[in-house]
């Protein structure tokens, strides 16, 4: 079946400018979440989904970010305001919550570059 | 503060040795430990996980080992193949029973198998 699939694969944008990122979770996995990967920093979370419902968002940097989810399915994450520092690769993983199953999955990614 | 320390930084193993790559944790709430693989451009793979119950668990060539009383776990790779080149990544999560939370992710392994 599909994986984890996430657009656009890589984003230049220019600094200032407001950006979205697009996730789309393996069918029937109720549970979605964003990472950030940069050198630095590692793999950090951001923020998670339940449903279209976000119980946990501790790990968003700033107000300049934000996310959604809709109809349990497609996320999108929004910077918005963008710097520099935010240039990295977002992470989507998607998991299910029943059934013993744990295991989250995640996407290729979006290389976002903020010149 | 990294919840999940990992070591070593890089490793370089021979075709055929055994790689092996160590983490600790500090938060006794977790309860489930992943490790996933991730090749340059892609996204994390999930390799294999463990619970704390049992102190390893194989598949194929891959094998956790879990120490609870000391809080580590370790990935060892039987028969290293140069396929095997690849960053890892151990992980914590804590959410027994329902819905599993965000991963803590330690600093990561570059793996190098030489030929």
């Known amino acids: 079946g599909a994986g984890v699939s996430q657009s656009p694969s890589n984003k230049v944008t220019e600094k200032g400018k407001d950006v979205e990122l697009r996730c789309d979770p393996i069918s029937g996995h109720t549970a979605l979440y964003w990472y950030r990967q940069s050198l630095g920093q590692g793999l950090e979370f951001l923020i998670y989904?339940?449903?279209?419902?976000?119980?946990?968002k501790s790990g968003l940097p700033s107000d300049r970010f934000s996310a959604e989810r809709t109809g349990g399915s497609v996320s999108t994450l929004t910077i918005q305001r963008t710097q520099q520092e935010d240039s990295a690769v977002y992470l989507c993983a998607s998991s299910y919550t029943s059934g013993g199953s744990y295991e989250q999955y995640f996407g290729p990614g979006t290389r976002l570059t903020v010149t | 503060q990294q919840q999940v320390k990992q070591s070593p930084q890089s490793l370089i193993v021979q075709k055929g040795g055994i790689s092996i790559i160590n983490c600790a944790y500090e938060?006794?709430?977790?309860?489930?430990f992943p490790w996933y693989q991730q090749f340059p451009g892609k996204g994390p793979a999930l390799l294999i996980a463990i619970r704390p119950d049992v102190s390893e668990k194989k598949e194929g060539r891959f094998t956790i080992s879990f120490n609870k009383s000391a809080k580590q776990f370790s990935l060892h790779i039987m028969d290293s193949q140069p396929g095997d080149s690849a960053t890892y990544f151990c992980?914590?999560?804590?959410?027994?029973?329902?819905?599993?939370?965000?991963?803590?992710f330690g600093r990561g392994t570059q793996l190098t198998v030489w030929p």
């Open positions: 938060n006794t709430a977790f309860d489930y």
């Open positions: 992980a914590a999560s804590k959410g027994r029973g329902s819905t599993l939370g965000r991963l803590y």
């Open positions: 989904f339940q449903g279209n419902s976000a119980p946990d």
